[in-house]
């Protein structure tokens, strides 16, 4: 249930009263997609939590590649989907790959990228990563996919933060 506050013109605000601003965070499970393929998470593992403040949701995603963890029938222009809060569609008056968070990719022990988290749908995230060339030039964007920016493999992970007004 989000939080709505229940203060009026003139209340002073005081310290026990911002201490009970908001909820707890809400854990859940995302689901992680990818489209026209499928996935398995085998024995790797994805978590989520959020709150929602208002209309306002934010929430933060973590899938970490096992060692059985896969993809199948995507090749590197179809991007991973996942799921935001349950409960709490992402506002139809956001467009598709509107910016609403930040997601850094890791290549376990070698290095990361930095990208940016977009509204793909009312219920899906997608991620977007830059691409780059062996001289390290920025070549384009694209999508968090498989082999999209590296081939993933055991312990590699992908963290997502988001934030958008609920529908």
């Known amino acids: 249930m989000p939080y709505t506050p229940n203060y009026a013109a003139g209340d002073v605000l005081t310290a026990a009263a911002m201490n009970s601003i908001g909820e707890a965070w809400t854990t859940y499970t995302p689901t992680w997609s990818v489209f026209n393929g499928t996935t398995s998470i085998g024995n790797g593992s994805i978590t989520g939590s959020y709150v929602v403040l208002n209309k306002l949701v934010f929430g933060r995603i973590k899938l970490t590649w ?15 989907l996942f799921s935001p809060a349950p409960g709490y569609d992402i506002n139809s008056g956001f467009a598709t790959r509107t910016p609403i968070g930040t997601a850094l990719v890791e290549d376990s022990g070698t290095t990361f990228f930095l990208g940016v988290a977009l509204a793909n749908s009312a219920t899906t995230i997608s991620v977007q990563v830059p691409q780059y060339n062996s001289g390290i030039s920025l070549l384009y964007s694209d999508y968090l996919a498989k082999g999209l920016p590296f081939t993933f493999g055991d312990t590699d992970a992908v963290t997502l933060t988001y934030c958008y007004q609920r529908a």
């Open 66 to 80: 096992g060692s059985t963890t896969s993809t199948s029938g995507a090749g590197a222009n179809n991007p991973f």
